[in-house]
């Protein structure tokens, strides 16, 4: 957001002796001049705008997604999983919001969309930079994603360093070798910016954590906290793909992709493996 521009609001004192007479005003403050000028449907249908609100939302609560994503993981490299808990329990929280926005877009028919589907030309959700910051700070590795965005130097630069950084869960198990667990060096030290694989040690220390939650207290916190945040992440992919396929059927995507195939397979992926299979084994 642009800094807002600072200058005297001169207003008298209306009935309730609010005083007007301000450095700067709600607009001023939000910028809500250039943030309200953003929607610029390409054609004359009613319900472009609709769809592009929606999806400039979701990107506004990507945005605050990853500023609390990195805080919390900054917080837990430093032993401070306090402030990192409230930034994951908000988390999931956004998340929940960006599940009911798929649920405003459902009002949109096929009929609906396809009166201006052709004006998107090839842009796709699946080009959100944001989104695959999110994936890849979850785990979610995948170093020929970044190519997408290598006509965007900005864009692509972001990626690939947060591609070949430790992703949360690389940080949250380095908490656990802290502590004490024993993990392989395999774990603690690999490729980053390669897919993480699951590991039998991994699921252990989480066993030895779910086992004694009173003596492990902070670290199940944790543990139920990230749960909680892929939870909800696979019900916002869940309403994703059955909006798109309430509104477009089995049609490829605009970006290429193969639609709704592509998004149920997304469904398959898991961040922390080791927190869902030991549910199993306990």
């Not at 939870?231 to 509104?247: A, D, E, G, N, P």
């Amino acid at each position: 957001m642009s800094k807002p521009q600072r200058g005297r609001t001169s207003v008298s004192l209306d009935d309730e002796g609010v005083h007007w007479d301000q450095e700067m005003s709600y607009g001023q403050y939000l910028a809500l001049e250039p943030l309200l000028a953003c929607q610029s449907p390409l054609t004359d249908e009613h319900d472009e705008m609709l769809f592009i609100v929606i999806h400039q939302v979701s990107e506004l609560w990507l945005k605050q997604c990853l500023h609390e994503a990195h805080a919390a993981a900054a917080h837990i490299a430093a032993d401070q999983l306090r402030p990192a808990f409230k930034m994951l329990a908000r988390m999931a929280r956004i998340q929940e919001q960006m599940i009911q926005a798929w649920e405003v877009l459902a009002t949109l028919t096929p009929a609906d969309y396809a009166r201006f589907r052709d004006s998107l030309g090839q842009s796709s959700g699946f080009q959100s930079y944001q989104y695959r910051e999110l994936e890849f700070l979850l785990g979610n590795k995948h170093p020929a994603l970044v190519e997408v965005h290598r006509a965007h130097p900005e864009h692509y630069r972001r990626l690939t360093e947060v591609l070949q950084a430790p992703s949360l869960y690389d940080t949250c198990l380095r908490l656990l070798a802290r502590r004490g667990f024993a993990l392989p060096d395999e774990v603690l030290s690999r490729d980053w910016a390669e897919p993480y694989v699951a590991s039998p040690e991994v699921e252990s220390a989480w066993a030895e954590v779910y086992g004694d939650t009173e003596h492990h207290w902070d670290l199940y916190e944790l543990a139920e906290k990230l749960v909680d945040t892929e939870y909800h992440f696979q019900q916002w992919r869940f309403s994703h793909m059955k909006t798109v396929q309430r509104i477009i059927g089995h049609k490829p995507g605009t970006g290429g992709t193969s639609g709704v195939g592509y998004l149920s397979k997304a469904l398959e992926l898991t961040f922390f493996p080791e927190l869902w299979s030991v549910r199993t084994r306990m």
